[in-house]
């Protein structure tokens, strides 16, 4: 029996674990932290229970392809978000309501942009005929070369040539009139951890899995379940994972890695290693490789960092939906200084997630579950967050003038994570909060391989590695990893 060491125990590495343990192979999971999940993770506090990353998932088809693959039911529960989310302008007294309904949709633009069903619905045709034509060919697949990717890519309908060379934003530009249309339709950019001006249009294609597919889920009783329920497979299964064992270092022999080393002195061999750590960050900083050097990887492009923060307040807040995000008047402006922008506090654009408002036990009764996304510049471009505490303030006074009323004297739990702790927490390089950008140069075979240049028995699976950031992404990236082993050995 082959056996298998997984470095890493975020989703990409739990779902590579079961699906290889499904075929036979003795795995084992080591893990730099106290508990499981990587960025899918949870803070429990003051009685309080909140969600560290992820706050909501799409393509949960996925996920049961997952559970199929696997043998198994899916050990948690979803269901699907309706409204999608709200948005909110400042200086705008409109809230406006994302409904998957086409019809309820249309009504929030009704003063704005009236003809927006019609517009909307060629738009979206174009992002799912995109999505159709591309998914298989350039994400759901492993590319061996660059010459393997480009002709795979010759297997998409030429019509989408044109995509590969507009922004996100110039894309939108050519169905919307209104601003409120244009700037609410490509918030998903920011999703993937760049903006709607620097994100290639390709990646409209998210918007047909936003509005038309399966739109978003959230998961009963909190994100962490979809860890908790795999780690119950997991020890069905008879995987062993070990927490708190950091790797920082390896021995090789003859092109193969013979064992990774921990920071205690500890040795862990295996027949194949498969690294869930992000996938530039480990090939420079472990196993110490001239291509991804530090030189190397300051001058690859990453996504912006990001600046959470976890409030527990003693009273409840009626007026949210589950998901809101309040933007400003200058979303041009903004965009493109988000990325290297120190002095946030003047103008923050943020996403509140009220997790205890479909999961009342994630919270005291009475009290709300509050969760804070501001988008603020990595630490390649903002190296001193001595400031968070004083950045947060602000956003939450903003805040507190959106919903009028003032939440200060509500507070009673108060966690903030800056790009500081992203990284010493999650070895995110720089505080990257998704790794590496999807520019056109960094992904499929751009992205860095989930096989291993130099060592025949290592792999990666999750973040900058294909197919790219997200939940579903993680899933096909733990198939695809599985694959390459599979073959192998």
């Given amino acids: 029996m082959k056996k298998i060491l997984i470095v890493g125990a975020g989703l990409g590495g739990l779902t590579t674990a079961l699906r290889l343990a499904k075929r036979g192979y003795q795995v084992e999971l080591v893990e730099k932290n106290a508990q499981a ?41 979803f269901v699907e978000l309706d409204p999608l989310y709200s948005v909110s302008f400042r200086n705008n007294p409109k809230t406006y309501t994302l409904y998957k309904d086409i019809d309820k949709l249309a009504e929030q633009f009704s003063d704005v942009e009236p003809d927006f069903k019609r517009k909307m619905q060629r738009y979206l045709d174009a992002c799912e005929a995109l999505y159709n034509d591309t998914v298989d060919v350039a994400i759901k697949t492993n590319f061996n070369s ?44 920011f999703f993937l951890g ?83 750590s992000d996938a530039a960050f480990f090939r420079g900083r472990v196993l110490k490789k001239k291509t991804f050097s530090e030189a190397r990887l300051q001058k690859m492009e990453w996504t912006m960092g990001y600046l959470t923060f976890y409030i527990g307040l003693n009273a409840k807040l009626e007026d949210l939906n589950h998901h809101n995000y309040f933007l400003g ?15 946030m506090a003047e103008k923050p654009y943020y996403y509140v997630n009220v997790l205890s408002r479909s999961n009342p036990d994630c919270a005291p009764e009475g009290c709300e579950s509050l969760f804070f996304v501001c988008p603020v510049p990595n630490l390649l471009h903002k190296k001193d967050w001595s400031d968070k505490e004083q950045i947060v303030d602000a956003i939450l006074h903003d805040f507190s003038e959106r919903i009028g009323r003032d939440i200060s004297p509500l507070i009673v739990s108060r966690t903030v994570f800056s790009p500081v702790e ?20 960094q992904i499929g075979g751009f992205r860095p391989s989930n096989k291993d240049e ?3 028995n290592v792999f990666y699976v999750g973040a900058s590695t294909v197919p790219g950031a997200g939940l579903p992404m993680a899933v096909i990236s733990s198939k695809l990893v599985t694959e390459r082993i599979v073959e192998a050995f």
């Avoid at 560290?52 to 696997?70: K, L, N, Q, T, V």
């Fill in 454 to 456: 130099d060592y025949q």
């Fill in 329 to 343: 008047s200058n979303y041009r402006d903004y965009a493109q200084q988000v990325l290297t922008q120190v002095d």
């Fill in 194 to 276: 760049r903006t709607p001006f620097d994100t290639s249009a390709v990646y409209t294609l998210l918007s047909y899995i936003e509005f038309r597919n399966n739109g978003y889920h959230n998961v009963k009783g909190g994100m962490y379940q979809i860890v908790t329920g795999l780690l119950k497979e997991l020890d069905k299964a008879g995987v062993k994972l070990h927490y708190q064992v950091e790797i920082d270092d390896f021995e090789e022999k003859d092109g193969k890695l013979m064992a990774m080393l921990d920071t205690k002195g500890g040795k862990w061999t295996a027949d194949a290693f498969v690294v869930n």
């Fill in 37 to 77: 999940g990587g960025r899918l993770n949870q803070i429990k506090k003051d009685g309080f229970t909140f969600d560290i990353g992820p706050s909501f998932f799409s393509m949960p088809y996925e996920f049961d392809e997952f559970a199929r693959d696997c043998a198994i039911r899916l050990p948690f529960e």
């Fill in 146 to 189: 660059l010459p393997h990717y480009f002709l795979s890519l010759l297997k998409v309908n030429p019509i989408h040539l044109p995509t590969l060379f507009r922004s996100f934003w110039a894309q939108i530009e050519r169905y919307f009139d209104s601003k409120e249309a244009r700037e609410i339709v490509s918030l998903i950019a």
């Fill in 422 to 441: 992203w990284e010493k927490n999650f070895n995110l390089y720089q505080g990257s909060g998704l790794g590496l950008s999807h520019k056109m140069l």
